[in-house]
């Protein structure tokens, strides 16, 4: 647990670091638009990442030990934290707004995540039975240095500052647009209106509930997910006398259904409506917080009625194959792999819908910077509660379960709460704008009666004829 949790916390921090620079820029530094320069640079940062973390992948198949692992997963946790923060932004970024593009490069994004950290057990746990645990380290760095490959490629493939515009959805500006600072001989007044300006841009961007959305659908199904990360293995291993290569196969099943998942949304996601989508969303965290409350006791499924008593306080009863059901607790995995694809991928297409809304370079990486922390914030939490049970007592771990599960149910219903306050509020905003372009129209005055019959009627008439 230690060692798992590192990854996760450091994660947290990278995230903190970065998000509280990002921030820091849209209180101290120039008002731009996003321009091609920018995302070069965050392609760059990716590859740096990368490099450094096939460093520390080299570090642990050459020197295997758990101060080792410890503090190359330490680093390597700091560094996804970057990795997840540019990666997520690219893909929002590189594509129009709102087009199945976004959608897909948002889609795929979510998947490589997800599926690297649950396919990850199963290649992993067949390199290391075939060839050892330092070939699984060195197959990873070479994997990664493939990857940097394929961000240069990317990389010469952007154009340049100049070359085209980087449109956005509220104005076209070109990429070195800018809104300075105001200079230091101002008076006092007009740099305190400045300083509160940004302020107020920066409680915008941390209060808007398009935000709060996104982070209460991915934040809590972090949670679980970071917490099954740690309870299945031991689960697996303790309770169903599963080997690494079959623990692997329970996390590849979680994969498979997230993948399929997850490009079924991507594809159906643009025909919902606004209210389809978020009952859609509020679904997926009822169905996940009811597979990641019973995913334990679906083995259960085929005995008889008193051995889900017996076994559920008996800290160490064998498992009976013929008395279990194996095929429904498989079934429970791909359940959980589906719940899972429909609260994630939904949540990146939220924050790419609110990212998009804005203008400013550094209000768009500081949204992005927190929507990404707090999903760190959600996974360390859950690997901390993980590790409260004992590794031997089942019973406690399907309560630990359960419990979270409790809580994804409670954050489906502030999310559908917000979101239908979101919705009352978008209606208002759409009647005020048509009853104020009625008044317009109202006070508008219509030309004299003389100019209708002797210009306007005879052109209209003569339109029409043609």
């Given at each position: 647990?230690?060692?798992?949790?590192?990854?996760?916390?450091?994660?947290?921090?990278?995230?903190?670091?970065?998000?509280?620079?990002?921030?820091?820029?849209?209180?101290?530094?120039?008002?731009?638009?996003?321009?091609?320069?920018?995302?070069?640079?965050?392609?760059?940062?990716?590859?740096?990442?990368?490099?450094?973390?096939?460093?520390a992948l080299t570090v642990?198949?050459?020197?295997?030990?758990?101060?080792?692992?410890?503090?190359?997963?330490?680093?390597?946790?700091?560094?996804?934290?970057?990795?997840?923060?540019?990666?997520?932004?690219?893909?929002?970024?590189?594509?129009?707004?709102?087009?199945?593009?976004?959608?897909?490069?948002?889609?795929?994004?979510?998947?490589?995540?997800?599926?690297?950290?649950?396919?990850?057990?199963?290649?992993?746990?067949?390199?290391?039975?075939?060839?050892?645990?330092?070939?699984?380290?060195?197959?990873?760095?070479?994997?990664?240095?493939?990857?940097?490959?394929?961000?240069?490629?990317?990389?010469?493939?952007?154009?340049?500052?100049?070359?085209?515009?980087?449109?956005?959805?509220?104005?076209?500006?070109?990429?070195?647009?800018?809104?300075?600072?105001?200079?230091?001989?101002?008076?006092?007044?007009?740099?305190?209106?400045?300083?509160?300006?940004?302020?107020?841009?920066?409680?915008?961007?941390?209060?808007?509930?398009?935000?709060?959305?996104?982070?209460?659908?991915?934040?809590?199904?972090?949670?679980?997910?970071?917490?099954?990360?740690?309870?299945?293995?031991?689960?697996?291993?303790?309770?169903?006398?599963?080997?690494?290569?079959?623990?692997?196969?329970?996390?590849?099943?979680?994969?498979?259904?997230?993948?399929?998942?997850?490009?079924?949304?991507?594809?159906?996601?643009?025909?919902?409506?606004?209210?389809?989508?978020?009952?859609?969303?509020?679904?997926?965290?009822?169905?996940?917080?009811?597979?990641?409350?019973?995913?334990?006791?679906?083995?259960?499924?085929?005995?008889?009625?008193?051995?889900?008593?017996?076994?559920?306080?008996?800290?160490?009863?064998?498992?009976?194959?013929?008395?279990?059901?194996?095929?429904?607790?498989?079934?429970?995995?791909?359940?959980?792999?589906?719940?899972?694809?429909?609260?994630?991928?939904?949540?990146?297409?939220?924050?790419?819908?609110?990212?998009?809304?804005?203008?400013?370079?550094?209000?768009?990486?500081?949204?992005?910077?927190?929507?990404?922390?707090?999903?760190?914030?959600?996974?360390?939490?859950?690997?901390?509660?993980?590790?409260i049970p004992n590794t031997?007592?089942?019973?406690?771990?399907?309560?630990?379960?359960?419990?979270?599960?409790?809580?994804?149910?409670?954050?489906?219903?502030?999310?559908?709460?917000?979101?239908?306050?979101?919705?009352?509020?978008?209606?208002?905003?759409?009647?005020?704008?048509?009853?104020?372009?009625?008044?317009?129209?109202?006070?508008?005055?219509?030309?004299?009666?003389?100019?209708?019959?002797?210009?306007?009627?005879?052109?209209?008439?003569?339109?029409?004829?043609?």
């Open positions: 647990s230690a060692v798992i949790g590192s990854y996760y916390w450091a994660g947290f921090l990278g995230g903190a670091c970065i998000t509280s620079w990002q921030m820091s820029k849209v209180l101290g530094t120039e008002e731009e638009k996003l321009s091609w320069g920018h995302l070069r640079s965050h392609v760059t940062n990716l590859v740096i990442g990368l490099m450094c973390g096939s460093v642990e198949g050459m020197w295997p030990s758990m101060a080792v692992h410890f503090f190359t997963r330490f680093a390597q946790g700091f560094l996804g934290a970057f990795l997840f923060f540019f990666s997520f932004f690219l893909s929002i970024e590189l594509f129009q707004a709102r087009s199945f593009q976004q959608r897909l490069a948002i889609t795929m994004s979510t998947m490589a995540l997800h599926c690297a950290e649950v396919f990850g057990p199963f290649f992993g746990a067949s390199i290391f039975v075939r060839w050892g645990p330092k070939a699984v380290f060195f197959v990873l760095a070479g994997l990664s240095c493939v990857v940097q490959v394929m961000l240069l490629i990317v990389y010469f493939t952007l154009p340049k500052d100049g070359e085209k515009v980087l449109a956005t959805p509220m104005a076209t500006p070109t990429p070195s647009e800018r809104s300075p600072l105001l200079p230091h001989n101002v008076p006092r007044q007009a740099r305190l209106m400045e300083a509160r300006r940004r302020w107020d841009m920066l409680k915008r961007v941390m209060g808007s509930p398009m935000l709060w959305r996104s982070i209460l659908l991915v934040a809590p199904a972090a949670m679980v997910k970071a917490a099954l990360e740690n309870i299945l293995p031991l689960f697996a291993d303790h309770k169903l006398k599963y080997d690494e290569y079959h623990v692997g196969l329970c996390f590849t099943l979680i994969a498979v259904s997230f993948l399929c998942t997850s490009m079924l949304i991507s594809f159906s996601w643009g025909f919902l409506s606004e209210h389809g989508k978020t009952w859609f969303v509020t679904g997926s965290m009822g169905c996940l917080a009811l597979t990641s409350s019973t995913l334990l006791l679906a083995y259960m499924y085929g005995g008889h009625c008193n051995l889900l008593i017996d076994d559920l306080f008996d800290a160490t009863p064998d498992c009976a194959p013929f008395k279990h059901s194996v095929r429904f607790f498989y079934f429970s995995l791909w359940l959980f792999g589906m719940a899972s694809a429909g609260c994630f991928t939904p949540a990146g297409y939220l924050i790419g819908e609110y990212i998009d809304t804005l203008n400013n370079a550094a209000t768009k990486d500081a949204a992005n910077g927190i929507w990404n922390t707090l999903w760190e914030v959600g996974g360390c939490i859950g690997i901390a509660l993980s590790g031997r007592n089942w019973m406690e771990e399907q309560l630990l379960m359960a419990f979270l599960g409790f809580i994804i149910m409670i954050c489906a219903f502030v999310f559908f709460w917000l979101s239908m306050l979101a919705g009352v509020e978008e209606d208002e905003d759409d009647r005020s704008g048509f009853c104020g372009k009625a008044c317009c129209m109202r006070n508008q005055k219509l030309p004299p009666k003389d100019k209708m019959h002797s210009e306007i009627l005879p052109a209209a008439k003569s339109a029409l004829t043609n």
